[in-house]
Structure formats: structure tokens, C-alpha cells
């Protein structure tokens, strides 16, 4: 009999959270064998995040959820209203209570139904997901899509987000997932209630080569069962016909979350549109994926054929043919351009970027340029030396390999299996 697995990165639109997980799972069906299945996945997702999984494969089981609280347009409307934007504590609740949809479903039934022998859900619903297991007793493992402190666990920030709310809020949700009354919303409650998460798995979709050492090799490294893995590119089918006109292309993107700081990367975009004037940068295509809050900006260059303007791109298809890029530092793209060997320089824009930026660096395997006091001449210097330094290229080959063998031998699959298998 087929193992059943249900799957929720994210209930944000955040694709960086998404395409990882949706990696992995790609891996795991394509074990299915003819006529014989050893996999069946389900993917939770709200009606704005369905489209991130049926554009890549639209025969991928899909269950909607919250459709009343997180809609199609709900990021967009966030950005301009954040005062509508909804609590995380309403959808837990509706979690711990069982239900998902308000008004033609419930996650009891959903469970019943499918009976799940594992849940794999992402770092940024840790509570959601140790809510699903006290309430059903449902196996799971958490995926965690960026670097974190070794700190930084998922018992942490989900114990962090149970005392934050009221001590009746925090009792009502223990309470309903238990189905009990024993948890009271105090701090020795709420660890107990968590406690599970101390001991679960923990995949971690990048080698550990690009962290920080002191991340998984000293006395404050991650626990036993925090486990780098391989870095999960999803690769998504393409018909791009990359323009061999021009010796150089550069490719350029503020990722997927570019309405997060959309002044930032638009001074980014602006001066890449001023280097390309610049004598050394004759013989340079650039390509530039900024979103469509900043498309209408750059409609001067919409015919240029030394600059390629899109509102969103096939980004793994961009890479595979670029000679370098500029990109802000979010570490799914970081690790495309490390998987396809791009020399690439980083201006980080705010999160977690400069971290990750310095992680690079560290390997001497990209470059680093400050969005302050930026000029398309040092844009254009950091650009030709990243193609050109052969300390870098050779540090981004060495890890280009321990990313390609690892992406071919994934340890995620084996520690899945494991985890079903109950070993």
C-alpha cells in the first residue's frame, strides 16, 4: 500500500519556501513504480500559493485551505493595506479546532479521508504543524529553506509565538489540538507542548559546505537531528532560447518577494540600466526579472536588445546560460547560481541577505556589493571580476560539484523513507 504524505511549506506566498519542498516530493514520486505506487502527496496550500504547484505540474494533488482568509491577491493587498492583513493566530486556531475551510470542509475530515502516514512541512508553520500532530498524532518533518542560527530552532519560534498571545489564547489552542485541558498558557505548559519539535527532523535544503563552520562544527552547532541535505533545485520546464548575439549575459533578480523592498531593488535595476551604456559593457546582454510593480519603470528598454525586460522569469532557465548575475541575496537563488556555476554578486536589500551574502564571500565563491552609495562603475567592476577572477571560479566549481552530487544522491529520500518506516 502506497505511503500517504501531506505537504505544507508555507502559508504565505513566499515560492522560495515552496520549490524546495516541491523538489524533494518530485523525487520521491518519481520512485513510483509502473502500475505499483509507492507515494501518494497531497499539498496543502491557500488559493494563492495552488498556482506555485499547478504551474509546474498540474496533475500534483492539491487540498485549498483558508480560502476565505488568504485569497488570490491577498499579498499584493497586504503590501499596500498591511492593516487587513490576517493574525497568524486565526488560522492556528482554526487548525487546532480541526477545521481549514469555514464553510465546505474540515481538516478532521481531510485526515480521515486520506490518513496520512507523514506530514513534511516547512520552518514557518513549525506551530501549524506541531498543532496537526498533537491533534491527530500525524508523524512529521520540518523543512527549513535558509540558513538559520543553529538557535533558532523550530521549538524556539514556535514557543516564541505561544507566549507572545494571551495565556487564554495560547490554553485555547494546547487545548483544542489536545483535545484536553491540561495546558494552562503558562511557560512550563507551553514548553511540554512544543517538547515534540525538540526531537524531530529537520532538513535543512542546502549543503552544510556554504554555511557558516561554526554552524554544524563546534559545541554550538545544530542538534544530532538537524541534517543538511542536497540543495533541491527545481529545475521547471522551459522553452527559452537563450541569445548567443552578445559574449556576456548578465541576469538580474530581486526574487520572488521583491514587493518586500521594492525602492531598493528598483535603485538596483536603475543602475544596472546606467551600466549597460558604459564602454566596458558593449559586448553585455542584461536580463532583468523585477516584478510587476516595477515593469512599467523600465519601458524605454521594452525593444533595447542589450536589455531584456520581464516581469517574472524563468529563473533556472536564465541561469543555465547566464555568465553571471546580480541578485539580492535570498539564498534559493544564491543556490541556483552555485548549482549551475554563475558567478554572481550579491546586493543584499535587507532579511537574511547579508548573512548569506557573507557565507559566500567566505568561500570566496561570489562577491558582495552594498546597495549604498552604489555606481554602475563598481557595478560593473564587481560584475567582470566575479567572471573573471580565477580564485572564485575555481571555489564556485568545487562547490558547483558537491552541489550537482549531492542533488544526484539526495539524503532527503533516504531520511524520509527512514521516518516512514518508523527507523
Request: aromatic fraction near 8%.
Amino acid at each position: 500500500m502506497a505511503k500517504r504524505i501531506l505537504v505544507l511549506p508555507d502559508i504565505n506566498y513566499e515560492p522560495g519556501h515552496w520549490r524546495p519542498v516541491m523538489a524533494m516530493m518530485k523525487k520521491l514520486l518519481n520512485l513510483n513504480e509502473e502500475g505499483s505506487e509507492l507515494y501518494q502527496i497531497k499539498f496543502l496550500c491557500t488559493p494563492e500559493c495552488e498556482p506555485i504547484i499547478k504551474n509546474y505540474n498540474p496533475d500534483w494533488d492539491t487540498e485549498i485551505i483558508f480560502p476565505e482568509l488568504y485569497d488570490v491577491g491577498y499579498t499584493s493587498l497586504i503590501f499596500e493595506k498591511p492593516e487587513e492583513g490576517h493574525s497568524k493566530i486565526n488560522h492556528c486556531l482554526r487548525i487546532a479546532e480541526g477545521s481549514i475551510n469555514k464553510t465546505d470542509g474540515s481538516l478532521d475530515n481531510l485526515v480521515n479521508e486520506y490518513n496520512p502516514d507523514l506530514l513534511i512541512a516547512g520552518f514557518f508553520v513549525s506551530a501549524e504543524a506541531l498543532l496537526i500532530y498533537h491533534r491527530y498524532n500525524i508523524p512529521f518533518i520540518i523543512v527549513t529553506t535558509f540558513l538559520r542560527h543553529p538557535n533558532e530552532t523550530p521549538a524556539i519560534t514556535s514557543l516564541r509565538f505561544l507566549v507572545f498571545h494571551d495565556q487564554e489564547i495560547s490554553s485555547r489552542l494546547m487545548n483544542s489540538a489536545t483535545r484536553s485541558n491540561s495546558y494552562n498558557g503558562s511557560l512550563t505548559s507551553i514548553k511540554e507542548f512544543t517538547e515534540p519539535l525538540n526531537d524531530i527532523t529537520e532538513l535543512v535544503t542546502c549543503p552544510k559546505e556554504l554555511d557558516h563552520p561554526e554552524y554544524y562544527d563546534s559545541e554550538n552547532a545544530h542538534r544530532e537531528k538537524t541534517i543538511y541535505v542536497e540543495p533541491s533545485i527545481l529545475i521547471e520546464p522551459s522553452d527559452y532560447v537563450p541569445d548567443d548575439t552578445f559574449l556576456y549575459k548578465t541576469y538580474s533578480s530581486a526574487g520572488s518577494r521583491v514587493m518586500d523592498y521594492v525602492e531598493s531593488a528598483k535603485t538596483l535595476f536603475l543602475k544596472m540600466k546606467e551600466m549597460i551604456r558604459r564602454a566596458e559593457c558593449k559586448n553585455r546582454k542584461i536580463q532583468l526579472a523585477v516584478g510587476y510593480k516595477l515593469k512599467s519603470q523600465f519601458k524605454e528598454f521594452e525593444n533595447n536588445e542589450r536589455m531584456e525586460i520581464v516581469q517574472w522569469a524563468n529563473q533556472t532557465a536564465m541561469l543555465e546560460h547566464a555568465t553571471s548575475a546580480v541578485i539580492h541575496g535570498g539564498l534559493a537563488t544564491i543556490k541556483e547560481c552555485v548549482f549551475f556555476g554563475v558567478p554572481h554578486v550579491i546586493v543584499p536589500f535587507g532579511k537574511d541577505q547579508m548573512d548569506n551574502a557573507l557565507r559566500v564571500v567566505n568561500q570566496n565563491a561570489g562577491a558582495l556589493v552594498l546597495l549604498d552609495n552604489l555606481t554602475e562603475e563598481k557595478l560593473s567592476k564587481a560584475i567582470i571580476d566575479a567572471e573573471n577572477n580565477p580564485d572564485l571560479k575555481e571555489n564556485l566549481q568545487k562547490l558547483q560539484k558537491i552541489f550537482v552530487d549531492e542533488e544526484n544522491e539526495p539524503k532527503s529520500i533516504q531520511i524520509i523513507q527512514d521516518v516512514l518506516n518508523g527507523s
